[in-house]
């Protein structure tokens, strides 16, 4: 299996199904999902078939463009009420990833632009090539972002990475993992990179290592308490993590977990980057502070994996999916414009990065 043919996310050859992985199930099993309707979509992306900033920001796009052209109507009134609906639905399934709602947003863009000349049949056209726009985009984003990270590596490295910014996540390559995917067409052969197993939900441990695994990488994992003493036995070289939105001034939220492992790559002087499409990075927000966190079930803490309950019935969990990294604590944030380095308001400046027009 090659593990950059994983397509996350596609629209079925017939335009009328989104097309999914369900990562859900894997490493054990590798099964498409074909989705149509609203709610299926909605669950799809809640429940984390299709997970990962830029891959639900893909998702979010084909679907509301499936389910509005659903509506068989010529009145132009009615096509964008029911968009207008549909997409509030659509963009209430998590709340961190900024992609979601910024992906949802070009859409409507597309409608507001064209809804004055364009009949109902033709808009749909249009929204359909703005979907797969956002889709093309995103795999030419990641493999820029994979080739500025690879530009930092060197021969033999070990790799952290925390939960699964792979190819998974986005449409393709990746962010995280997209520079081992760039070192791999190189013809680099020897590096190692390491998988924080990322409780609870495992994306490491499901998605990373297999993803890497499958690459035919070097592929170590651990458990997330296990970061400091790999850390402090001089394994690792180089950080990579990915992000579901990051604030003006470089505060970012990524998985639960992130702000830890920075926190360790601080005290032991290893350098760590971001990887971060533009279309993550939230100018509207000055600090990490205005990012709203998902809170989750709790027995994904107590029940999910295990074979039996782990934990006494009752008791109060704490679970936030993700949390927010001190722009302080890191070392550079990998754009598809290129490296953005402290202080990073003034970089993103330079970089072309402003804020968004929807
Ligand atoms: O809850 P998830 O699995 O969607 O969280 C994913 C992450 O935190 C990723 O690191 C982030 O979305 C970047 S994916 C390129």
């Known amino acids: 299996m090659n593990a950059l043919s994983l397509n996350s996310v596609v629209l079925s050859d017939d335009e009328k199904e989104l097309v999914i992985l369900d990562q859900t199930l894997l490493p054990c099993e590798v099964k498409y999902l074909h989705l149509s309707k609203a709610e299926d979509i909605w669950e799809a992306i809640y429940a984390l078939r299709v997970r990962g900033a830029p891959a639900i920001g893909v998702a979010a796009a084909y679907g509301i463009y499936l389910v509005s052209a659903q509506l068989e109507?010529?009145?132009?009134?009615?096509?964008?009420?029911?968009?207008?609906?549909?997409?509030?639905?659509?963009?209430?399934?998590?709340?961190?990833?900024?992609?979601?709602?910024?992906?949802?947003?070009?859409?409507?863009?597309?409608?507001?632009?064209?809804?004055?000349?364009?009949?109902?049949?033709?808009?749909?056209?249009?929204?359909?090539?703005?979907?797969?726009?956002i889709r093309e985009e995103d795999i030419a984003i990641s493999r820029s972002i994979g080739q500025l990270g690879f530009e930092l590596l060197h021969h033999g490295d070990g790799i952290l990475t925390h939960c699964n910014a792979g190819t998974l996540a986005t449409a393709k390559y990746g962010t995280a993992l997209a520079p081992v995917y760039v070192a791999l067409e190189n013809g680099w052969d020897d590096l190692r990179v390491y998988c924080d197993e990322t409780r609870p939900l495992l994306q490491g441990a499901r998605l990373s290592a297999f993803e890497m695994q499958t690459a035919g990488v070097d592929t170590t994992l651990l458990c997330d308490n296990m970061a400091s003493l790999l850390m402090k036995r001089g394994k690792v070289d180089i950080i990579f993590v990915g992000c579901d939105r990051m604030a003006a001034n470089g505060d970012f939220a990524n998985k639960?977990?992130?702000?830890?492992?920075?926190?360790?790559?601080?005290?032991?002087?290893?350098?760590?980057?971001?990887?971060?499409?533009?279309?993550?990075?939230?100018?509207?927000?000055?600090t990490g502070?205005?990012?709203?966190?998902?809170?989750?079930?709790?027995?994904?803490?107590?029940?999910?994996?295990?074979?039996?309950?782990?934990?006494?019935?009752?008791?109060?969990?704490?679970?936030?999916?993700?949390?927010?990294?001190?722009?302080?604590?890191?070392?550079?944030?990998?754009?598809?414009?290129?490296?953005?380095?402290?202080?990073?308001?003034?970089?993103?400046?330079?970089?072309?990065?402003?804020?968004?027009?929807?």
């Open 256 to 286: 639960i977990g992130t702000s830890a492992v920075a926190i360790l790559a601080k005290h032991y002087g290893i350098p760590i980057f971001t990887c971060v499409p533009t279309s993550t990075i939230d100018l509207s927000i000055a």
């Open 73 to 133: 109507t010529d009145d132009m009134n009615a096509f964008c009420d029911n968009f207008r609906k549909q997409k509030a639905f659509l963009d209430s399934a998590r709340p961190t990833a900024v992609n979601l709602s910024w992906a949802l947003n070009r859409m409507e863009k597309v409608l507001d632009e064209n809804k004055a000349t364009l009949p109902v049949a033709d808009m749909k056209k249009r929204l359909l090539q703005e979907a797969h726009a």
């Open 289 to 358: 502070d205005e990012i709203v966190i998902e809170e989750r079930k709790p027995e994904e803490v107590t029940e999910t994996w295990y074979a039996q309950r782990m934990a006494p019935e009752g008791v109060k969990v704490f679970n936030p999916a993700f949390d927010v990294t001190d722009h302080t604590l890191i070392t550079g944030v990998i754009t598809e414009k290129g490296i953005a380095y402290p202080p990073f308001d003034k970089s993103f400046e330079k970089l072309g990065i402003k804020p968004k027009e929807n």
